[in-house]
Each structure stands twice: as C-alpha cells, then as structure tokens.
C-alpha cells in the first residue's frame, strides 16, 4: 500500500491553513503570541533580580524565559492542540470549521490531552537546549498530538507515537526540514528578544512561530491516519476519520 507522501501532505496542510486563516490566528495569538510576551517580561524580570553579569545572565535568564514558555505551551498548547487538530477533523468530514467550534474542541480535550502533550513538549524543549536530542525527540513524539486528540482509549500516546513513527521518521524529518526556514532564525533571535524585552517583536515572533506549529500539526495528523487507510479502498465521504478496518485504528471523533 502507496504511504502518503511529503509534498502531499504540505500541500493538504498549506491549503487547510489559509481556508482557516482566521481561526488559525486566534489560535496563534493566543498560544504563540501570549506565551512569547509572558516569557519575555518573565526574562526581563528575572535579569534584572539576580546577581549574574554579562554572557552568563544572558543564558541563564534566557533558560528562565524557556521555562516559563515551557509551562505556558505545556498548559495553552494542551488547548491550542486539538483546537487545531479540528481543522484537519473538519476537512476529513467534508465539513467548515468555525472558531467557536474549535475553541470548544479543544476545551473538551484538554483533559486527556495535557499530560501527554505537556510531557512531550518538555521532553522536546529540553533535548532542544543541544539540537540534536531535540530533533530526535521531536521525530519520536511527532504523533503526540493527533493520538491524544483523536484516540480517547489510549493511555500512553508517548510511547505508541514511539512505535507509530519508527517506521516514518525519515518522512517526518524530510517534512520538518521545510519549517526550518523559520525555525533556525527564531531560536537565535530568542538570545536578541532577552536582552532587547521588546513585547510587540516577541508576540509578532510567538505568533509566526505557533503558526508554524499548527501547520507542523496540519502535517502531522495525515501521516498518523494514513497508518490506518486501506488507500486501495473507495473513498469514505468523510464518515470516519480511520478511513480502514485496522484493530488499532483511531475512533471518529
């Protein structure tokens, strides 16, 4: 069976994106812009209450700001996850998405989703302080996300995502790579955003950065259904999001 491919998916996730722009906003602002804006006032604060000089409070104050973005993505994200998660659910169905809709999608998931999607983000954000371990991370837990949303019955969406990727990371990564444009420029402007603490410069880059984020999603959501489609099949008019008969298969939402 034909697996979905990587310029298969952007495009999906591209054209979802800008048919939901408006919800995909309120949902960056929200997540992205108010997460960047509480982490950088977080470092200012902390820069300016402790003893450390020059490079050594830059990245201690720095590592401060992280954590408490941490935080903030690991409780918001936990909203914000699903709320995005519902644009593809829609598309799926063949249905509109609206805001309150998705707001409210996500409110209702954001009991099973917090802790699997709090674990991974921080498991991430710390493999991130040295790239590499990051990245693996990032590629292990990629289906966090779509498994916590979508599958209710689940009780360790961490360790399935290990195994559901095993066999798709280098498609992931080929996926993730495409993002890096923003990425790369974003964590070292993070090193410019501590010492500058300038608010409108750090929501503008939480905003871009969470949109990123939702697209990442956008992405990710296909490649996890796709393990589940017989793609030989007829279509399924949107009536289950599995699309297949396998035992595993995630319940329509």
Not at 21 to 48: E, H, W, Y
Not at 66 to 89: C, D, K, M, R
Not at 193 to 218: R, T
């Amino acid at each position: 069976m034909k697996r979905i491919g990587v310029r298969e998916v952007l495009q999906n996730a591209f054209s979802v994106f800008v048919q939901n722009f408006g919800i995909a906003l309120f949902i960056a602002v929200i997540a992205g812009g108010g997460g960047a804006v509480l982490s950088t006032v977080a470092t200012k604060l902390f820069s300016d209450n402790v003893d450390f000089k020059g490079q050594q409070l830059l990245v201690v104050s720095t590592l401060f700001g992280q954590l408490v973005l941490t935080l903030w993505s690991g409780v918001v994200g936990s909203w914000a996850a699903p709320a995005q998660i519902y644009l593809w659910v829609q598309r799926e169905k063949g249905k509109s998405a609206s805001l309150y809709d998705a707001v409210n999608y996500g409110l209702n998931r954001l009991h099973r989703v917090w802790k699997a999607h709090f674990s991974a983000y921080a498991i991430i954000a710390a493999g991130n302080i040295v790239i590499v371990p990051g990245v693996l991370f990032g590629l292990q837990f990629a289906f966090v996300d779509a498994i916590a949303t979508l599958d209710a019955e689940e009780k360790s969406p961490l360790a399935r995502s290990r195994r559901l990727t095993s066999g798709r990371r280098g498609t992931i990564f080929r996926t993730m790579c495409v993002f890096l444009v923003w990425w790369i420029p974003n964590q070292l402007l993070l090193f410019y955003l501590a010492q500058s603490s300038n608010l409108v410069y750090a929501a503008m880059g939480g905003v871009v950065d969470h949109m990123v984020l939702i697209l990442v999603d956008l992405c990710m959501v296909q490649f996890y259904l796709d393990l589940f489609r017989d793609r030989s099949a007829p279509p399924v008019g949107g009536t289950s999001l599995a699309g297949g008969s396998h035992p595993h298969a995630p319940p329509a939402p």
